[in-house]
């Protein structure tokens, strides 16, 4: 398997099909950074005959993105979250845990990785056939930086399990991540739920015009820009992917990402989405509306009911992320475990050692939620 980077990466980048294609060749072309303000690192693509799969070898920032760092995911990002804890004395423990694990982490270079079969996206999508290139991947990327760990993002037993089984017997140790919800549109249960059909009948009351393909311009990146960071950086946190305004107009244009929205009586844009489709999957790592508008105009769950009834139209499988977990639970969203694999079998023993030691205790700290999520018990 060839590891390619630079022009050669570029060219190859077209195999990739349709807007996930134009997506990575700005990425290989143009850096990470200019897609968003907290992405770096280096990318290129695998190759073996027509195969190509994306990578991109990062190392340690102190402003990284969630979607290109161990630590913001484990050890930054909860930190911010700390206020979910009922106790104040709870709170000070955890963050002083919390810190001194990050500075650790830091200094053991636990963000020095290179992540494969990864758009990085907030969810990533996987070739159908991934299991298959496990360990050719493994094997070049390896010999091509030996001192980065290898990770796969974004993986869980529904869509992925054969690859996940391919990974564990080339020994990657698996991270629990998020839980996730898939609406399936084969078989489109989530129609009929009560929710489901009142949202649906909140879209015809014509106080919006739903807009989508033509009805977006690059003259919207600004607007897109904006909406998104209400929601995603003021609302929650700086720690998660801030995309630039350049980049969503040419998203725009170039078709990196297909976006589904609303406008309001003037014309403005008021809510949207951006949808990311590659091996027969959508995911959703774009969405953005007014904060501040009415909770009558119920602008997101405008969004969603639209999205959900393109979803069972077309038939398709949509992996809508984590969190709003009871919003998609009662929309009638399959929680699903999703997992992290990194392999470090090339690295020395300390280098192992953390990553082993850095899933054991993800996996003792997340367990109780991970089971009440699936369960229906939090949300």
Not at 30 to 40: C, D, K, M
Not at 195 to 222: H, I, W
Request: aromatic share 8%; hydrophobic share 45%; with cysteine.
């Amino acid at each position: 398997m060839e590891v390619l980077r630079g022009p050669a990466a570029v060219a190859a980048a077209e195999q990739l099909g349709g807007g996930a294609a134009a997506y990575w060749r700005r990425v290989l072309g143009q850096g990470a950074g200019s897609v968003a303000e907290n992405l770096g690192g280096s990318s290129g693509l695998l190759r073996q005959g027509e195969v190509v799969i994306p990578f991109t070898a990062l190392s340690p920032e102190s402003d990284a993105s969630f979607a290109s760092s161990l630590r913001t995911q484990y050890l930054l990002y909860p930190q911010e979250e700390l206020h979910f804890l009922a106790s104040e004395r709870e709170r000070q423990v955890a963050r002083v845990a919390l810190q001194g694990a990050a500075a650790l982490a830091r200094l053991a270079s636990v963000d020095r990785v290179v992540q494969w079969s990864d758009f990085l996206l907030s969810t990533n999508h996987h070739r159908p056939d991934l299991a298959e290139h496990v360990k050719c991947a493994t094997a070049a990327l390896s010999a091509a930086y030996p001192k980065h760990a290898l990770l796969v993002r974004s993986l869980d037993r529904r869509t992925h399990g054969a690859a996940i089984a391919a990974l564990e017997a080339e020994g990657y140790l698996l991270l629990p991540s998020r839980v996730v919800y898939y609406f399936d549109g084969v078989a489109g249960g989530f129609a009929s739920r009560n929710t489901t059909k009142r949202d649906r009948r909140m879209l015809s009351d014509g106080r919006f015009e739903a807009v989508g393909g033509a009805g977006f311009s690059a003259a919207d990146g600004e607007a897109l820009a904006r909406l998104y960071r209400q929601v995603y950086v003021d609302k929650h946190s700086r720690l998660n992917t801030r995309y630039l305004a350049p980049f969503l107009s040419r998203a725009v244009e170039e078709g990196m990402l297909s976006f589904r929205g609303l406008r309001d009586g003037s014309g403005a844009l008021v809510a949207a989405i951006g949808i990311f489709s590659f091996g027969g999957l959508w995911t959703v790592p774009f969405v953005g509306y007014e904060v501040g508008a009415p909770a009558e105009d119920a602008l997101y769950r405008r969004l969603v009911s639209g999205l959900l009834e393109e979803v069972k139209r077309e038939k398709l499988l949509l992996n809508y992320s984590s969190g709003a977990d009871d919003f998609k639970r009662r929309r009638g969203g399959e929680p699903v475990a999703e997992y992290h694999a990194v392999y470090a079998g090339h690295l020395p023993a300390s280098r192992r050692l953390l990553y082993r030691g850095l899933a054991e205790a993800v996996a003792r700290g997340s367990a109780s939620v991970f089971s009440g999520l699936l369960a229906g018990e939090i949300g």
